[in-house]
Antibody, heavy 121, light 107 residues
Framework: EVQLVESGGGLIQPGGSLRLSCAAS????????MSWVRQAPGKGLEWVSV???????FYADSLRGRFTISRDSSKNTLYLQMNNLKVDDTAVYFC???????????????WGQGTLVTVSS | ELVLTQSPATLSLSPGERATLSCRAS??????LAWYQQKPGQAPRLLIY???NRATGIPARFSGSGSGTDFTLTISSLEPEDFAVYYC??????????FGQGTKVEI
């Protein structure tokens, strides 16, 4: 059974840093594309970042330079390092397994339960 | 930039009724689309991929259709557990994974 479990969220002051983790089971994180998606309170879903099977990485324009996605095959875990956090980064952060075919067809077939990041002074 | 617009924002229906949710793309970039269901306090759940393929374990009352810029999610007969928010999502050049803003199906 595929399972994703996020951790690492919490309350942080503006300008601070956090590292989110997403422990995977039932599959190998290096064998497929993995992504982070966030949801601000009462808002919709917003794609954050992706790491593909060939290790190519992309970030949403508003986040580039502040967030870093990575994965550790020995721990079967996906990470999101978030630096210089802003109030607008307050959201539930979900990790998700991504099925992406030839850059034409793509969907998120498994999701973690999410971890809440609150950026506030 | 590709924008996915879902309508209506809120759909008020009763159990047993048919729900029709729309997702319109600002440009035709793909004939592939996914739908997700999200209940309060829960993660999204994949319902439909490639426009009309149901994900594993999704009941047959959920169906998807469409092409080009217009896509539809239909719930043939609403069950109490179907009242939730539904999102569409497509693959694009940039940003690569845009979502619609969601449609809330309420009782």
């Amino acid at each position: 059974e595929v399972q994703l479990v996020e951790s690492g969220g919490g309350l942080i002051q503006p300008g601070g840093s956090l590292r989110l983790s997403c422990a995977a089971s039932g599959f190998i994180v290096n064998s497929i594309s993995m992504s982070w998606v966030r949801q601000a309170p009462g808002k919709g879903l917003e794609w954050v970042s992706v790491i593909h099977i060939d290790d190519t990485i992309f970030y949403a324009d508003s986040l580039r330079g502040r967030f870093t996605i990575s994965r550790d095959s020995s721990k079967n875990t996906l990470y999101l390092q978030m630096n210089n956090l802003k109030v607008d980064d307050t959201a539930v952060y979900f990790c998700a397994r991504l099925q992406d075919y030839s850059g034409v067809r793509a969907w998120f077939d498994s999701w973690g339960q999410g971890t809440l990041v609150t950026v506030s002074s | 930039e590709l924008v996915l617009t879902q309508s209506p924002a809120t759909l008020s229906l009763s159990p047993g009724e048919r729900a029709t949710l729309s997702c319109r793309a600002s440009q035709s970039v793909s004939n592939y689309l996914a739908w997700y269901q999200q209940k309060p306090g829960q993660a999204p759940r994949l319902l439909i991929y490639d426009v009309s393929n149901r994900a594993t374990g999704i009941p047959a009352r959920f169906s998807g259709s469409g092409s080009g810029t217009d896509f539809t999610l239909t719930i043939s007969s609403l069950e109490p557990e179907d009242f939730a928010v539904y999102y569409c999502q497509q693959r694009n050049s940039w940003p690569p994974y845009p979502f619609g803003q969601g449609t809330k199906v309420e009782i």
